[in-house]
């Protein structure tokens, strides 16, 4: 029987990446600038109790990034700093460059071969938030919206 999951978002989500926005905004991102200063950028603390209260209830953590594998041990090291625990860590291949869109829709494929099945998630970009509807995922949060009012 498949476990129970709950998705999080890191880049803007679990990380709160606002001090960093302006390396990748524009007509030139530099996405290696934007995940090397990540490290240096604050957890969410709201978002840090969701994914404690989600394995205190005992659904699986997973992270599901659009970040490339090359960022596994920073990300890795963050989430130590940051005392996240996870069951899952899921990122695109090195230079894979797709759509966040696309990459996320096979990593969701991936984490239910794994044995997952996500009844919710937590996620900061509309593409994705679509996304997670439209795979059947029964709770999606906009974290862009305060989240102290929902459960």
């Known amino acids: ?41 604050p957890a969410r603390p709201e978002l840090v109790e969701a994914a404690r209260r989600a394995r205190e209830d005992g659904r699986a953590v997973l992270l599901v990034t ?13 989430l130590v700093a940051h005392q996240i625990e996870h069951d899952g860590l899921y990122m695109r291949y090195a230079s894979d460059f797709r759509p966040a869109q696309v990459v ?4 969701l494929e991936q984490l239910r071969d794994d044995g997952f099945d996500p009844v919710e998630a937590w996620e900061d970009r509309d593409d994705i938030l679509q996304l997670w ?12 919206e305060s989240v102290s009012h929902q459960p």
């Open 104 to 107: 996320k829709a096979e990593l």
């Open 133 to 144: 509807r439209d795979a059947g995922i029964p709770v999606v949060h906009d974290t862009r």
């Open 1 to 41: 029987m498949p476990r129970p999951a709950v998705l999080f978002d890191l880049d803007g989500t679990l990380c709160d990446t606002t001090e960093i926005e302006h390396l990748i905004e524009g007509p030139d991102p530099d996405y290696h600038a934007f995940h090397a200063a990540s490290a240096g950028c």
């Open 66 to 78: 659009s970040r490339e594998f090359i960022w596994r041990d920073l990300t890795l090291d963050w």
